[in-house]
């Protein structure tokens, strides 16, 4: 597979997992990552000290999907439209598969303005499987270290 | 401060809305409450084992220094040069001998005393500062400071008592279970606003009433231990309580007894159409305190702060007020130096619980936001909070406000409502 190939293979990737999300479709962002994958959610902070602590640490494909089932079974959430712009996807190549990219996600509530909610980058590892390319290591590393209210939904 | 006749005259099983929303009382709760008698957690000493290290903090809407100097003292100055006030450190957190103001250069040293400034004697004989000058008398404000078991507390009051007084003999044993003197190892902060009220975190932490409404995290997957036996301590001011609450699941005696027999044979009393995690792992927690049976704890200290220990998490968090209507919470997760890699892994792993994105305290953010659109609904009105009668007592039984309740009667006696 050629460079091209593969950068366009990352955008599908990247494109249908914000999409799935903003969507709230949870069975399609869950087909965007592997059978073996892990999730996380870091401040800026805890990578800049070194501390392991992450907003959401969801370190096997198990904790993915009772995460995704919590969201939509069992969380109280306020109902919001999340709107995820995802840009600079950059494949950096090695093996597993690096790639970065960042993302700004805007948040609006019913009958209020909307508003930047969290801005960030990504920092994945991604694996072809069944022919298809998905994510098997996603961190995503928000830019700032203090979250407006709450995070409901993966990134 | 007006209008004294705020409060209800059923009592303490009213709250007026305005305590939440009322700009002239929120002022009145910084003057009286965070600069007053109070001790307010601002670190843990192990986020400064060597001299010069220092973090930031903050005692309410203070920002604050902590320091430890040479000689292993701990203190605590507000971060504000004593020139012009510009803010001085903009570090989270760093190692130094001195802090030195950008715009004019008056360096400090770690204890906040005035070390020097540049041209105290002019240029060429003129200018400059008079040799009235005293550098002593131009140090940093410091706090009062005290320590407890590795946690620092400050306060802009020198006459606060003693902590372990403070905090009160009824809470006192289960602070010191998580802090019971070995050394600490912090794993990470979390950081994040809510928009609502700084009591509003605290009552939570003294409302057992809600958590089995609220939080279905537990009852989705099955999880549920009937009758959980709860207790509310409170001390005798009213102001810090802890709830101690049977662990929603069992507490693993040691890793042989563990999962997965363990979890799986703990889910399978409940009811088969019960959704499964496809995890169960995340639950998969260590009795780790050799005098306890099984229990979970939530306390809150006088005024803002809260501690927990729930499943192998353990944690603070400070509600810092930033106005009426809003708050930053900011949390620190730790363990102790002893810990194997297998028991950080826990504490990291129950801290999916826990934060903005916790997979119970997500609920209560959410529901914190709502609380306060409605307490600044005008015209005010009043909670209501009769849940367990009327009184302040300590009780053990579920569906109780009265460490609310307790908490009010020491708020009005501070704030003379």
């Known amino acids: ?155 | 401060m007006k209008s004294l006749a705020l409060w209800p005259g059923e009592g303490l099983t009213r709250i007026p809305h305005a305590v939440y929303a009322d700009d002239t009382i929120y002022e009145q709760e910084l003057a009286r409450i965070f600069h007053g008698k109070s001790w307010n957690y601002v670190a843990l000493e192990a986020e400064l084992p060597r001299a010069g290290d220092f973090i930031r903090s903050f005692v309410a809407e203070t920002p604050v220094i902590v320091t430890r100097a040479a000689d292993g003292e701990i203190s605590v100055l507000v971060n504000r040069c004593s020139h012009k006030g510009v803010q001085l450190c903009q570090a989270y957190a760093g190692n130094t001998k001195t802090f030195a103001c950008p715009y004019h250069q008056w360096s400090f040293d770690l204890k906040g005393k005035l070390q020097g400034l540049p041209f105290k004697n002019g240029v060429d004989g003129q200018g400059g500062f008079g040799p009235d000058f005293d550098l002593a008398r131009h140090g940093l404000d410091r706090l009062t400071v005290t320590t407890h078991r590795g946690a620092v507390f400050a306060s802009f009051s020198r006459d606060v008592p003693p902590f372990p007084e403070y905090i009160g003999p009824s809470n006192l044993p289960f602070f010191e279970r998580i802090f019971d003197g070995r050394p600490l190892r912090v794993l990470g902060k979390m950081r994040h606003t809510v928009d609502t009220n700084w009591k509003t975190l605290i009552e939570n932490f003294k409302d057992p009433y809600h958590a089995t409404l609220l939080h279905v995290f537990f009852a989705t997957f099955g999880i549920w231990r009937a009758g959980q036996r709860t207790e509310v301590r409170i001390d005798e001011t009213g102001g810090s309580s802890t709830l101690v609450q049977q662990s929603p699941v069992v507490l693993q005696k040691s890793r042989a007894d563990e999962i997965d027999a363990g979890i799986a044979a703990q889910m399978k009393v409940y009811r088969e159409d019960f959704m499964k995690l496809a995890e169960p792992k995340i639950l998969s927690a260590l009795r780790e305190f050799p005098e306890d049976e099984d229990t979970v704890t939530m306390q809150t200290l006088w005024p803002n702060c809260a501690f927990h220990q729930n499943l192998n998490s353990l944690g603070v968090r400070l509600a810092l007020p930033r106005g009426p209507h809003q708050i930053e919470v900011h949390w620190t997760f730790f363990g102790y130096e002893s810990d194997d890699d297998d028991m950080t892994r826990r504490r990291l792993m129950h801290a999916n619980f826990f934060g903005p994105g916790g997979l119970v305290t997500g609920d209560d953010i959410e529901v914190w936001q709502l609380n306060q659109r409605g307490v600044s609904t005008k015209p005010p009105g009043v909670c209501r909070v009769e849940a367990g009668g009327s009184g302040t007592d300590e009780a053990d039984f579920v569906i109780t406000e009265t460490a609310v309740r307790a908490f009010y009667k020491h708020y009005r006696r501070v704030m003379e409502l």
Not at chain 1, 11 to 27: I, N
Not at chain 1, 140 to 152: W, Y
Request: charged share 25%; with cysteine; hydrophobic share 45%.
């Open chain 1, 1 to 155: 597979m050629n460079d091209r190939e593969l950068f366009f293979e990352a955008h599908v990737l990247y494109t249908a997992c914000s999409a799935a999300l903003d969507a709230l479709d949870f069975s399609a962002f869950l087909a965007c990552f592997a059978g073996e994958c892990s999730y996380s959610i870091h401040s800026k902070e805890n990578i800049d000290r070194g501390w392991p602590l992450a907003f959401v640490s969801c370190t096997s494909r198990g904790m993915l999907e009772d995460r995704v089932a919590a969201v939509q079974k069992s969380s109280f959430i306020v109902p919001r439209v999340q709107r995820r712009i995802v840009s600079g996807v950059h494949v950096l190549g090695g093996e597993p598969l690096r790639s970065e990219a960042s993302f700004a996600v805007f948040e609006t509530f019913d009958g209020k303005a909307t508003t930047l909610f969290m801005a960030g980058r990504f920092e994945d590892t991604l694996v072809h499987e069944g022919g298809v390319l998905k994510f098997r290591e996603r961190r995503a590393i928000l830019d700032s270290s203090i979250v407006p209210n709450s995070l409901p939904y993966p990134l």
